[in-house]
Every structure is written in C-alpha cells, then in structure tokens.
C-alpha cells in the first residue's frame, strides 16, 4: 500500500485501521473494542485486550531467533561491547525480574531508572514491563534536584541506579547524585538496586537501603518470572519533560496502543523488521530511547544498538565503524549530533563499508538545510528529518521510506504519520490557518494510539496543557508550524518558553528557579539563544540583591549550582549580571525581547515595556561580555 492509501485509510476509517494493525502485536487476550471515546479526549485504545511489552519485545521471538542478537551495549568509554541474543536477553530480564520482585515491586508500582545508557539499563526496563511495574526513566544526565523532583511525583518503592556513567573518559559517579536526591526527596524509594559496573570503587552504599544488584542476583539466575498481563490502556511507563512550570511533566503512556504505534512504525517510517539492524544514537533517558532503542527494535525482531559514548571518540568514524560492523541499516539521531560530525575530515565517513546503511533519520530539534544537505550528500543515502515530542511516542510528522519515499523538502520534517489528523491554528481567531501561513500545530482528538494518556496523576494538567489553548478541543503541540500547498510542514519553534538545547527540551523556568535559588540572586530570566552546533543554548540574565559579593564571583556559581541542581546539560552558556530586567508595566518579564537582542535580532514591540533604561542596560551587558560562561 503507498502512503496516500495507508492515511486515508487512517484517517477515513481510524477503528478498521487500527484494528488491523493491532494483530502485529501479540495480545493474551485479544481487545473487546478497538475506540472508546466517551470521554473526550481521553480515549481507550484496543480496550480489554491484555498484552505485555516484555512479551513481545522478548518472549515471542524466542522460538523464531533465540540466537539473533536483541541488544548490542557499545561503549567506547569503558571500551567494554555486550552483545545479547534474545534467549540470552530473556534470561537476564528474568533474573532482573526476580530480584525486582524480591524487593516487593508488582503490578502497578514505580521504579525510576537513573542509569547510563547501557544494555543494563534496557534490561532493568523490560523487567520492570515483565512484572506490570511502571518505570520512569530519568536521563542520567540531570542532577540530584532534576532526580528529587521526579522521585516526588512518581513515589517508587525502587530507585535502579549504576555506581557511574562515563563521559569523555572520565568517570560519573551516579550514587552520590541518587544519595543527595533522596535526602531532598519527600517520598524516596525503600530500596536503591545498585547495578555495579566497577566504575566507582568508593560507591557509597546505605545498609538496608541500598542492595548490590550482583549479589541480588546470585540466588535469581534460573529465576522464571511470569508475564504479567495489563489490560491495554494500563500504564507502561512514565517519561518526565519540561513545560512551562518548574515543575516537569509525567508522561504517562499505555501498554497496547504503544507497542501497536511501535509496530507500525518500525515498518513503515524507519523500515527495520525482524533479524536487520538499527542504530539510534539517543539515550535511554529520551523518548526516541523508550521507542526506538529498547521498544520498537525489539518488538518487531530486530537488533537494536546501544552506544555510550561521544560521536567522535577514539575518533569520528566510530559511528560509521559500528554501521559497518554490525551492518545496520537504519540510523536514527539528531541533527546536533550530525553538525559535530560535519566539523570533521569528511573522509572519516568514506573509511567504512556503509553499504547496509539505507536511511537516516534526525530527529529532537529542527534539521538546518546546510546540515542535511551535508551529510546527504556525504553518506549517499536519503537523510529523513521527523517530528515528535515525548508526549506522542512516536513520529507526528515524518516521510514514510517503508511504505513509498515521498520527496524531501529541505527544512521540512515532511508529512502526517499514519493516524495523525494535523491542522494548523491561527492562534488569534482559533480558526484554520491558510496554507503558507503561520499558526499552531495541532492534533485533532482522539490522539492515536502510542500517544501520551494523560499527565501521570493529574488530568487536570493534561487538559489545561494542551488541550485548552482554542475554542475547539485540540491537542496543541505549543510549536508554530506552516503548511505548504503540498500538505509538507515546516516547524518555527516553541509556542512557550521550552529550549531545545543539542535536541533535549529543557524549560527556562527550571533554570530560572535555579538561579534564582541562590541567596545573591534577585531575579532571574533565562532565553534560548541561538547556537552553531547546540541548536539553542540557555543565557542568563539576573539581577542581585543588594549586597557586597563580587558580580563575577556570584555569577560563576549561579552556574555551578544550575549544574550541581539540574545537570550538564542545563549549564548556561553565558551569564551576565544587570540592574534591572526588562519588563511589561504589569511585571512580566519581555523574555522574547531579551532572546531577540541576544541574538541580535530587533527587540519587537517594546509598547508594554515598563523601563526602558532596562533595555540599555541589556545591550550594554550584551557589549561589555557574560559575568560568567
Ligand atoms: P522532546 O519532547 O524533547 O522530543 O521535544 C519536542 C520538541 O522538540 C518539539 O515540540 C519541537 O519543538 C522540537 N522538535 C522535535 N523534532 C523536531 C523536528 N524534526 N523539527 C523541528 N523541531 C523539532
């Protein structure tokens, strides 16, 4: 079928679509009733039917390829490689499983998960889905508040963390991030499941708190842990992201409509099936890991590559080399990691055999037209850009190459995916916007199955986020988007104060309330500025209280508590200390104007602006350099 017939079809008739997709996952029970819809917008997917992510991703493939390899754990910064078929995969989610469950975690409990991106990791992940628990992935690069916060909303009775992760050669250590998180937190977990990878000798271990997984395990290694069957709207998995609060954002996503997104898609967009290969770079921590590094390669047969490590170490063919090695034919990554890639000796690619290498995919951020016609015209295969966002799971927006390759626009992540009825809202008069004319993403409910449930706990938070921003019930994407007269959509950026920092979604407010955290600081703004490789890259300007510190002194340790609080990955990349912020007569701060003069771009309509000695005081700043940075 072309992909014109596959979403009409979708579209036109979304209960015999579904219905047929859904027989690409194993179901115990089979579902009593593909839609319901009682309650808009949420809805019921594939309703009483009882599956298992854990089954289809292992189990069922164990008569067909118990000897093909599921997982491969490259990791050129311990320069350790683990290759596990799936009989040997099975094993180890069962052993894991066992010592899960002799630590009390069933049905419906949480677990976070705060670990590199390592085949443990994945591992720790399908035990959890074995027995029915909720996991909550939380990104091994944030910090021990980023940890805390997260623990407090999900309340888990196991937090599973590594002794370490590695980052250019240089160790991690996670535990005591874990440790101080669990000091802050209100609801820490009974139990922290240490898995050991000998990184940190001085791993420090709270006695009948903390276990040892390795010990744990001695007396789990025949363990046989039954599947635990979940009806298909039951929660998988929870996945935190930054909205406009300081507060994150749980995700939550069900077990049937996801693994059926999954299916779909590994078929139709990236084009693996069962015994071929794909390589996604993302971490575990990200929603392209939950889908496209451990779910949807596994569910459908396929092997699945996990690399920890940087793009360019020992050097920058790695990623190629293991192309070549493991003969992959789908790369997925980001388009920040790719502008690293283009710094380097072109040559670095041509070194090795990429003849098995059909498509990559970019994901996470918007794909600039210099990087993709780069590495287009370097690999020789079509480059496919795709838009999604933790909340869908899956692509929103994306060319399909499994079904038939419809032609790539250069700055446009393409087409609808099957099932997504896409509109673009002019944001003033909550009508169609025309084509070519700037509005807002949206999605038509009932949102397909793989998307996001609700917000975990608070339906209310799901409603008012995304789907009370227009007089007609619509899921806003918060993305202003255009349409052109071939139905391709480009993407302009964030409706709200999210960042998009190397393609993770950081929220500004988080890393104002950071800033802001420290005694000297009076106020804080925090912008995404304009970055070369980044994408985006988070600014500071802040104001003190009165006081004797040293500016510079006050500003370099704004960004080490951001560090020390949220992690790396929030590190300001310039901080400039100011007299005053600039802001609306009624006290909102003029962020866009602050972005806008940072990237030296006209500061826009200034006729609400309170001060505007503010506005010199900016630019003066901007003139004389950061305080820190
Ligand atoms: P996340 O939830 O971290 O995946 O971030 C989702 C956000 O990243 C989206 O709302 C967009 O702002 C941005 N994004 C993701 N993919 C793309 C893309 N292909 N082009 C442009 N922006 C993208």
Known sequence: MTYDDMYRWSTDDPEGFWAEQARRIDWHVPP?????????????????????????????????????????????????????????????????????????????????IYMPHTVEAAVAMLACARLGAIHSVVFGGFASHNLALRIDDAKP????????????????????????????????????????????????MTRGRDVDFSVARAGCEDADVPVTWLESNEPSYILYTSGTTGKPKGVQRDVGGYAVALALSMQTVYDVGPGQVMFSTSDIGWVVGHSYNVYGPLIVGATSILYEGLPTAPDPGI???????????????????????????VTWLKRHDLSALSWLFLAGEPLDEPTAAWIESALGKPVID????????????????????????????????????????????????????????????????????????????FLASYFSHFKELLYSSLDWAVRDDDGYTFILGRTDDVINVAGHRLGTREIEESVASHPGVAEAAVVGVHDEVKGQVPVVFATLKPGDGSVATSASEMGQRVVEQLGGVARPARIY????????????????????????????????????????????ALERGPDAG
């Open 319 to 345: 990623w190629w080399k293991i192309c070549a090695d493991y003969g992959v034919r789908t790369l997925f990554s980001s388009p920040t990691a790719i502008r690293v890639l283009k710094k380097q000796d």
């Open 577 to 620: 200390v100011v007299n005053a912020l600039p802001k609306t007569r009624s006290g909102k701060l003029l962020r866009r104007s602050l972005q806008a003069l940072a990237e030296q771009r006209d500061p826009g309509d200034l006729s609400t602006l309170d001060d505007p000695g503010a506005l010199d005081e900016i630019r003066q």
């Open 32 to 112: 009593q009733r593909t839609l319901e819809y009682e309650r808009p917008p949420f809805r019921r997917w594939f309703v009483g039917g009882q599956t298992n992510l854990c089954h289809n991703a292992v189990d069922r493939h164990l008569d067909e390829r118990p000897d093909q390899l599921a997982l491969v754990g490259v990791s050129t910064e311990t320069g350790l490689t683990r290759e596990l078929t799936y009989r040997v995969l099975h094993r180890e989610v069962n052993v894991f499983a066992q010592v899960l469950c002799n630590l009390g975690v069933g049905k419906g409990d949480r677990v976070v």
């Open 157 to 204: 009775c196991v937090l599973i963390c590594a002794d370490a992760g590695m980052r250019s050669g240089k160790v991690i250590p996670y535990k005591p991030l874990v440790d101080a998180a669990l000091e802050e937190s209100r609801f820490p977990p009974q139990h922290v499941l240490v898995v050991n990878r000998r990184l940190d000798p001085a791993v420090p």
């Open 386 to 461: 795709n838009y999604w966002q933790t909340e869908t799971g899956w692509p929103v927006l994306t060319l399909q190459p499994g079904l038939d390759l419809k032609p790539v626009k250069l700055g446009s992540p393409g087409l609808p995916n099957l099932g997504y009825r896409l509109r673009v809202i002019d944001e003033m008069t909550g009508n169609d916007a025309a084509p070519n004319e700037k509005g807002v993403l949206v999605i038509e409910p009932p949102l397909p199955p793989g998307c996001m449930t609700t917000v975990w706990g608070n339906d209310d938070r």
